[in-house]
């Protein structure tokens, strides 16, 4: 029963699109037949004020219905303007006065489609999205590739395959698969699916631009892993990443993983990469940026230069921390700069789990009291990480608490880890500074910080 009834909508379909080819052109750009098409609906609309589509009636566009084959060669021969003529294809089951025939025919001479191997071409099948991308990439010309990557499908990069396909069409901006890192490309194409494509096909307005999705989170399990530009070791190193840095896998090329750590982008061999072992005990490690050195003196006032105190208190913090038996890695140990990315990778790089940036503070003479940061767009364990380093601090610093603050700095927000920026106090402040230059505050506050980050790692081990 089904099936009758599928030709019979499938024979009405055709006839629209006959009727169509003939020609009665729409009156005006903004025009909108279809009941079931809304203004937002705008690829449909664009193709369909080109003249280059038709609803399934007068008054509806039928979004969710399946394309068949013949109806996917017809529209894209007629975007491409090819000579759509009805006569003989090479195909045996393409009846030669059948509406599709001219498309089909000029498809197959223009090498758009190649049928099936048996010979046929199945007019009548469903479209797939596979298919529509192998029809896609191969009428509109597309060439180029990049890194793009579907879980639903194995990277090749033999020129012919599937991968190829989707690949290059996501390339030209044309797709981005179904939204959550899938193309999902056995799926019936339905004809809203058909008219987004062609229209980005058609018109830069519409393309979109590939996103990588995360699909795994892993973590290196070797020291001097290298990053490389391609999935073998024949590609140039971009990068190196030691034991513990964080990997956010996009996909996986064979026994290579594509993905980012920190600032850098590329492929590591997948060999190398495990779960994250949670924080125990055992794994406590933080990376400590003293901010700005070198040319960068930070804020200066009242004879103080904020490089030098964020240096001698990072310091300080960090042989707290040791004899805690917290691990610690400095950015910097001297006046040397380091731009915000170098930080950011030297700290991933590590393999430390969480990251401090010390800074040191300047605004008005009145401003005066510590801060700590974290970013929000990088998970709940930076709003704890800064929130136990303020709770210490602003106390053992005799300070105002200027609370816990979300906010976007580079350091923290581009990282993968775990991160928290904190602001000691003002130079700007003279009673601020007087604390700032005396070794009795200093040491003070860095006994705070590596109490806080104590705080922060029995937190974790309990979470
Ligand atoms: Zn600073």
């Not at 705008?42 to 394309?67: C, F």
């Not at 956010?248 to 061999?269: D, E, H, L, M, P």
Request: hydrophobic share 35%.
């Amino acid at each position: 029963m089904k099936n009758v009834l599928s030709k019979i909508t499938l024979f009405l379909v055709a006839a629209v699109f006959v009727i169509s080819s003939l020609g009665v052109q729409p009156v005006s750009a903004a025009s909108n037949p279809f009941k079931d098409v809304s203004s937002s609906d705008e690829e449909i609309l664009y193709l369909w004020n080109k003249g280059l589509i038709n609803g399934v009636s007068k008054t509806a566009y039928g979004s969710e219905q399946a394309v068949t084959r013949e109806q996917a060669a017809t529209l894209i021969g007629r975007a491409r303007n090819v000579n759509g003529t009805p006569r003989k294809t090479k195909f045996a089951d393409v009846d030669p006065s059948r509406y599709s025939s001219g498309y089909i025919q000029s498809a197959v001479e223009k090498g758009y489609i190649t049928g099936n191997s048996d010979g046929t071409f199945r007019p009548y099948d469903t479209m797939t999205r596979g298919e529509m991308a192998f029809l896609l990439s191969r009428a509109f010309n597309y060439t180029h590739t990049g890194d793009v990557f579907f879980s639903d499908l194995k990277a090749d990069s033999h020129p012919a395959s599937l991968y190829t396909a989707v690949n290059k069409i996501a390339t030209a901006g044309v797709s981005n698969g179904t939204g959550t890192g899938t193309y999902s490309p056995n799926n019936k194409l339905i004809r809203e699916e058909f008219a987004i494509f062609l229209a980005r096909a058609l018109s830069s307005t519409f393309k979109v631009s590939y996103k990588n999705v995360t699909i795994d989170n892993l973590n290196v399990t070797v020291n001097s892993l290298n990053v490389r530009t391609g999935p073998s070791t024949g590609y140039r190193a971009i990068g190196k990443l030691n034991t513990g840095a964080a990997f956010q896998v996009f996909g996986y090329n064979g026994s290579w993983a594509y993905g980012k750590s920190g600032n850098t982008t590329g492929y590591v061999s997948s060999t190398f990469l495990g779960k994250a072992a949670p924080a125990t005990a055992n794994n406590r490690f933080i990376t400590l940026d003293p901010g700005h050195g070198a040319q960068d003196p930070g804020a200066v006032a009242n004879g103080l230069r904020e490089k030098d105190i964020n240096l001698d208190v990072s310091k300080r913090v960090e042989a707290k921390l040791k004899a805690k038996g917290i691990k610690v890695y400095m950015t910097r140990t001297t006046d040397v700069f380091h731009s915000l990315d170098a930080r950011v990778d030297k700290g991933v790089a590590s393999g430390s789990n969480a990251f401090l940036s010390i800074h040191t503070n300047a605004a008005s003479a009145a401003a005066s009291g510590s801060e700590t940061f974290y970013s929000a767009s990088v998970g709940n364990d930076s709003k704890q990480l800064a929130t136990f380093i303020q709770n210490r601090l602003y106390k053992a610093m005799d300070h105002p608490n200027r609370g816990v603050k979300n906010y976007g700095f580079q350091v923290i927000r581009t990282n993968p880890l775990p991160a928290a920026l904190v602001e000691l106090g003002f130079v700007t402040n003279k009673y601020d500074a007087a604390k700032l230059a005396s070794g009795t505050y200093k040491d003070r506050a860095a006994t705070a910080i590596a109490e806080g980050i104590e705080d922060y790692y029995n937190w974790k081990a309990k979470n």
